[in-house]
């Protein structure tokens, strides 16, 4: 195995390249901004890894800072589920930060830029401001208030931040370039009115900050070396650098934006208000629902921080956006699952059989492998009897000889039993097979050496005795679109695309081991796939999410 290093990605060189042109290594500092307007999604999840790694690789801070300027959609829950988040993935971050905590810093340095002639109240509306900046191929106009005097602006700006204007009566805009070609730079908007509570303020702050005038300051204020962004907010870095051009002291180190793009993940939507709106709508149960992008709900179907993780490293950091099909992040959690799950037999769709020469009354215990990835895994024993149950799927009255389970007049092994044959069949009125009738070899013991035990058959059945099987409810989750990218179809709404099938709820029969089985819980079920207690779960009944079939089911459709 070779030894040599990962290549460096482009923004591991971008450092580096600093690093070479005068930044020291202990200024480094990184950050993780998210709003607290919703849960964490897959595609943070990538943010996090790279802002996170870049921490660990180079023995540097990394702050999680929220950006919580916009109380109208920010609330307490979601910073709770942010920090939950984050600490579940493994990271740490070196200090909590907000950026209403710099709300009095910012506000002072734009009373500053009042009296430098370098911002202004304006009290169009928004559709005036909006259609007076032209668009990109003509130039902006001037505000009809662009030239206020600064003592009527200051006196505007001190009303505004008591409260004693009305919402969207008034903004502050910072005086830049209504002509240049750059439509971010025609005079932004830095401060509205809103009269909301506050999750951290309360309503000491009736003016409220708009991001691209609070990011740049945050990341300054913090000492924030690289404010890597994704490639959406490239245009706005000529803003950030012109808003830290007002505040900048040369004694301090200035922090740089760079870009990276996003990875977007096949048959779902990352878009926080569409999440929001499968919330809102009841197409999911909450933000942590199994069939959610989000880390919560990934981690509730089961998903491991290291599947996680080895998905964003897989993935890398690119310049271009591309479309990343959710079955590779589905492989990343089977390889990781493969070597740590338990194997347990369950059966999801019953049907009795019953061994008729097998001993009546009896029960014995059978030794099976917990794992056989790991051999520390150690075994288990399951009970055995007369009457079991196995997958309807799994029998054939009458079959060709590319069928390998069972059938009349042929053989199977059960798993760390049996060898038994296919003898006759009990149907109800209605012509379905109510009990599979067979025979068993007493001497095709798995595991006892015999002669017998050896003997070569070419299907392995999983099953549960019925005597001493364990009720559980087993919910079937799916992909929740059945549309690759069903967010970028302009002829529909991506609700259309809702996947009817994403849940399907059913009743199983499970081995008696998994008992005191506790939520999060990972198992696989023996040929059907992994697993994950659930923590709807009671004393009374295991619940189980499954997390991914054993094998990808799509990949046989999209053939």
């Not at 060898?419 to 067979?438: A, P, R, W």
Request: aromatic residues 10%; proline residues 5%; hydrophobic residues 35%.
């Amino acid at each position: 195995m070779s030894n040599e290093a990962a290549p460096l990605n482009f923004i591991e060189h971008i450092i580096e390249e600093d690093l070479t042109k005068g930044y020291k290594k202990e200024q480094l500092c990184f950050r993780f901004p998210p709003e607290p307007n919703g849960y964490l999604h897959i595609g943070h999840a990538s943010s996090i890894c790279l802002n996170f790694g870049l921490g660990e690789r180079y023995n540097a801070p990394v702050n999680l800072r929220f950006d919580d300027t916009n109380p109208a959609k920010e609330e307490q829950e979601f910073v709770d589920a942010i920090k939950r988040d984050i600490s579940w993935l493994g990271y740490e971050w070196a200090t909590e930060c907000y950026a209403s905590d710099y709300f009095q810093q910012l506000y002072d340095w734009a009373i500053q830029m009042v009296k430098d002639g370098k911002a202004y109240v304006d009290s169009q509306t928004s559709e005036a401001i909006a259609e007076q900046k032209g668009t990109p191929n003509s130039p902006g106009k001037p505000s009809p208030f662009r030239n206020r005097s600064v003592e009527e602006n200051l006196d505007l700006l001190e009303k505004m931040k008591n409260g004693e204007t009305k919402e969207g009566e008034h903004v502050l805009r910072a005086k830049i370039n209504m002509e240049s070609p750059n439509m971010l730079m025609r005079d932004p908007v830095m401060y509205r009115t809103i009269n909301k509570h506050h999750h951290r303020t309360g309503t000491d702050w009736k003016i409220f900050p708009m991001y691209d005038w609070t990011h740049g300051e945050s990341d300054y204020i913090e000492q924030v070396s690289h404010s890597f962004c994704t490639l959406e907010f490239l245009p706005h870095r000529e803003l950030y650098d012109w808003f830290l051009d007002q505040v900048y002291d040369s004694n301090k180190l200035r922090p740089k934006q760079r870009e990276f793009a996003r990875r977007n993940l096949s048959h779902t939507v990352v878009s926080k208000r569409k999440l929001a709106q499968l919330v809102s709508s009841g197409v999911v149960t909450g933000w942590d629902d199994p069939r959610m992008p989000t880390i919560s709900g990934l981690r509730r179907r089961g998903y491991t921080p290291e599947s996680i993780k080895n998905f964003a490293d897989s993935i890398g950091v690119g310049k271009r956006e591309n479309l990343i099909d959710v079955s590779h992040l589905e492989f990343n959690v089977r390889e990781d699952l493969n070597k740590k799950a338990p194997r347990i037999m369950v059966v999801l769709d019953p049907v009795k059989l019953i061994i008729d020469n097998y001993p009546e009354g009896k029960t014995e215990m059978l030794e099976a492998e917990n794992n056989q990835e790991d051999e520390s895994a150690g075994n288990r024993e399951v009970p055995f009897s007369k009457e079991l149950y196995i997958e309807k799927e799994d029998f054939l009255e009458s079959a060709n000889n590319k069928f390998f389970r069972l059938t009349l007049g042929k053989e199977v092994r059960l798993k760390n039993a049996y060898i038994i044959k296919g003898e006759s069949v009990v149907k109800d009125s209605e012509g379905n097979i109510t009990e599979i009738h067979c025979t068993y070899d007493p001497d095709s013991k798995s595991g006892s050496g015999s002669e017998a035990s050896l003997r070569k058959v070419k299907g392995t059945l999983h099953w549960v005795s019925a005597a001493h099987a364990l009720p559980v409810e087993v919910r079937l989750y799916d992909r929740l679109f059945t549309e690759a990218s069903p967010d970028t179809n302009k002829e529909k709404d991506f609700m259309e695309f809702i996947n009817p099938d994403s849940l399907n709820v059913i009743q199983a029969y499970a081995e008696p081991s998994i008992k005191s089985a506790k939520a999060e819980d990972k198992f696989q079920f023996q040929r059907l796939g992994y697993f994950v207690v659930d923590r709807d779960s009671t004393p009374e009944k295991i619940v189980f999410n499954r997390t991914v079939p054993l094998r990808d089911s799509w990949a046989k459709l999209a053939d």
